[in-house]
């Protein structure tokens, strides 16, 4: 079956300090790992997919990674209004489930 | 514009009773979705459809029912609903079944 596992499950970070999202995943046959965000009582707000290792993509002060084991969500000087939950997922079939992490609540301080 | 809507956002309704959520997407995809997020956020699928025909059928209680009249809608019919039920359900589309989904607002379900 297939696990995804995000850590930590809370940051917490001064507006300004760099840090990193984890996201680990044990599957079988990777065909996608997708990064959302959500806002509070809000839906998950797509962010990125990735396909292979190696593969990086950026937007503003986010940039994802992804290796054969687990993907990296950067974020560089971060500001309050990135304070959100980040979601990880991954579809492994043919079809278009996708497996979802518990995410990782982050919180940015002025 | 909004892309993914729901109704309602918010339920509050008895034990025993039926209810409907609707679901629509003016994003021309052709594949949607039904998620549950439970209390502790945790997101899982329960449901999928691409052109109207169910692809994905998850592990759910038969009191749970979609229904894709067309492309653009997906509804979810609860009976019999039980406190276990009280959950956020998101609502998803995509364009073909490989591609990122968009998801909606979410309908807040309390079941008393």
């Known amino acids: 079956e297939d696990q995804v596992t995000q850590s930590p499950e809370a940051l917490r970070l001064q507006e300004g300090e760099s840090s990193s999202l984890n996201c680990s995943y044990t599957?079988?046959?990777?065909?996608?790992l997708f990064w959302y965000r959500q806002d509070p009582g809000k839906g998950p707000e797509f962010l990125f997919t990735?396909?292979?290792a190696g593969e990086e993509k950026e937007k503003e002060r986010l940039k994802a990674t992804l290796t054969k084991k687990e993907s990296f969500l950067h974020i560089t000087a971060p500001k309050p209004e990135d304070s959100a939950t980040y979601l990880c997922a991954v579809r492994t079939g043919a079809n278009s489930k996708l497996t979802f992490g518990k995410g990782i609540t982050l919180s940015v301080r002025p | 514009d909004t892309a993914v809507s729901q109704t309602p956002k918010y339920l509050v309704t008895q034990m025993g009773n039926d209810k409907s959520i609707k679901c629509e997407q003016n994003l021309g995809h052709d594949t949607m979705y039904w998620y549950k997020q439970d209390s502790k956020k945790f997101l899982k699928i329960m449901f999928s459809y691409n052109n109207k025909e169910l692809i994905i059928n998850e592990t759910v209680p038969n009191r749970f029912s979609p229904k894709s009249p067309d492309k653009a809608h997906l509804n979810l019919h609860i009976n019999s609903l039980e406190l276990g039920d009280s959950a956020v359900y998101f609502c998803a589309s995509s364009q073909e079944r490989v591609n990122e989904q968009f998801f909606g607002p979410g309908t807040r379900l309390t079941v008393l």
């Open positions: 599957v079988s046959g990777l065909r996608g």
């Open positions: 990735l396909y292979s």
